[in-house]
């Protein structure tokens, strides 16, 4: 059973450009979440996506943006990238129905570098 | 509003010592309370979690958190280090309110040495 999968890996940037990171969940998950993680920083929410409509989001700006498809795989887009935005983007996975207490499951993470 | 504080940024311990790792959170209801650790160029990974049920919640690999309502702390422990607990260990508060979106502590790194 495949958990969360994400890439790429690993990407570099310059400021200006845009970016398209992409999650496929753990088999069987409805609701993606991503989050963004500055080094030696704890990962903050960016947004929640659930029957392919964002349903909550953090305090990010609107560069950042998503989309989710029938299969429930997800992207995370970023325009107009700044240098601040360079950081570990996270995905993690769930059911809807274990939102409000059930286990994250999360992938490996992207690695920005905005130059 | 919620918050999570996470009380020392280091934590170095020897390889068979006892660990601690303090967390405080403050939540205007009652919430849901995790641990997280992150091994380097890894994903996250549920350690625990603190759903008000039993106040003494025990996870995997031997760690255990009890949350204490009145101190508003979930402190993780674990009876004795091993070489391979040397990870970053986030707590996570998580709260009702029309919104379950979790809070980040900053993360606490525990070192161990042989």
């Known amino acids: 059973d495949a958990g969360v999968t994400q890439s790429p890996t690993h990407l570099i940037k310059t400021r200006g450009q845009q970016v398209t990171l992409r999650c496929s969940p753990k088999s069987g998950h409805d609701t993606v979440s991503w989050y963004q993680q500055a080094l030696g920083q704890g990962p903050q929410f960016i947004f929640q996506y659930y029957e392919e409509e964002e349903r909550q989001r953090g305090n990010f700006p609107d560069r950042f943006s998503g989309h989710q498809f029938p299969n429930y795989s997800s992207e995370l887009n970023v325009n107009a990238l700044l240098l601040g935005d360079s950081a570990l983007y996270l995905c993690?996975?769930?059911?809807?129905?274990?939102?409000?207490?059930?286990?994250?499951?999360f992938g490996e993470g992207s690695r920005l570098t905005v130059l | 509003a919620q918050s999570v504080t996470q009380l020392d940024s280091h934590v170095s311990v020897s390889e068979g010592t006892p660990v601690l790792l303090r967390c405080n959170y403050s939540s205007s209801y009652s919430p849901s309370l995790f641990w997280y650790v992150q091994h380097p160029n890894k994903g996250l990974q549920l350690l625990l979690k603190?759903?008000?049920?039993?106040?003494l919640v025990k996870g995997i690999n031997g760690f255990e958190a009890e949350f204490k309502k009145s101190e508003t702390s979930f402190h993780l422990t674990k009876p004795s280090a091993h070489m391979s607990d040397a990870a970053e260990y986030f707590c996570v508060v998580r709260g009702p309110g029309g919104s379950y979106i979790p809070t980040f502590g900053r993360g606490t790194s525990l070192i161990v040495h042989p």
């Open positions: 603190y759903t008000s049920a039993a106040t």
């Open positions: 993690a996975s769930s059911f809807i129905s274990g939102v409000r207490t059930g286990e994250l499951f």
